[in-house]
């Protein structure tokens, strides 16, 4: 059972404009939530991250939001650029390991 | 960068042959990690060590071991491969086991 969940495979924003990406979660007890971002052929790299007991973190133009009582973060891209162009995951920490979501794979367009 | 490498970067293997993928870190990180990622499911834990002799299973370890002997090295094994099994590999490491993880540059197996 997918503990970790991003309903949507793809979004396609224009530059300039504010990215959105969402990730819905089961566990109640996951303490830690994260974001990381990955470019083909590469390993995902750790972008911004926040404690369950915060509603919002924000490092320059990436923001995240958590909120507890709906089971749900997403991740804003303000202003989105070409460069951000990735597959974005979202992840929980379980303990001692790191639970991922399927991914939303962004695309910005000029 | 953090220091990790896999090897091998690319391997195509038959059914039923054995496989050992590597994973070497050079940052003295006590945890380590192998994930697969494959499409329509992201990244899942395939096994993970908490340090040199301790390894627990993750969410899909059926058909792999792992084994890590020494702090550096972490090694995934699949015993007998089956094209399930055609996946990028990638390993991890963490200093503290949670939050941020650092990857490498993955394996790609292609089981025939």
């Known amino acids: 059972d997918q503990q970790v969940k991003q309903n949507s495979p793809s979004l396609s924003v224009q530059e300039g404009r504010i990215s959105i990406l969402n990730c819905d979660y089961t566990n109640s007890m996951f303490d830690y939530f994260l974001w990381y971002k990955k470019y083909p052929a590469e390993g995902p790299t750790f972008l911004i991250s926040i404690s369950s007991i915060k509603d919002k973190n924000e490092d320059g133009r990436f923001t995240v939001f958590l909120n507890k009582s709906a089971k749900h973060l997403s991740l804003h891209i303000v202003p989105s650029q070409p460069g951000d162009s990735a597959v974005y995951f979202c992840a929980a920490t379980d303990t001692d390991k790191l639970i991922f979501g399927t991914g939303t794979r962004l695309q910005v367009f000029p | 960068d953090a220091g990790i490498t896999q090897s091998p970067r690319h391997k195509v293997t038959e059914t039923g042959t054995p496989v050992t993928l590597r994973c070497h870190q050079t940052?003295?990180?006590?945890?380590m990690y192998w994930y697969r990622q494959d499409p329509g499911h992201g990244l899942r834990l395939i096994h993970y060590?908490?340090?040199?002799?301790?390894?627990d299973k993750g969410e899909v370890s059926d058909g792999y071991s792992v084994s890590r002997s020494k702090t550096e090295d972490f090694l995934l094994t699949l015993e007998s491969a089956t094209s399930s099994q055609t996946s990028v590999y990638f390993c991890a490491i963490s200093y503290r086991g949670t939050g941020e993880l650092f990857f490498g540059e993955g394996s790609r197996l292609t089981v025939l």
């Open positions: 940052e003295n990180h006590r945890y």
């Open positions: 060590s908490y340090g040199v002799k301790d390894t």
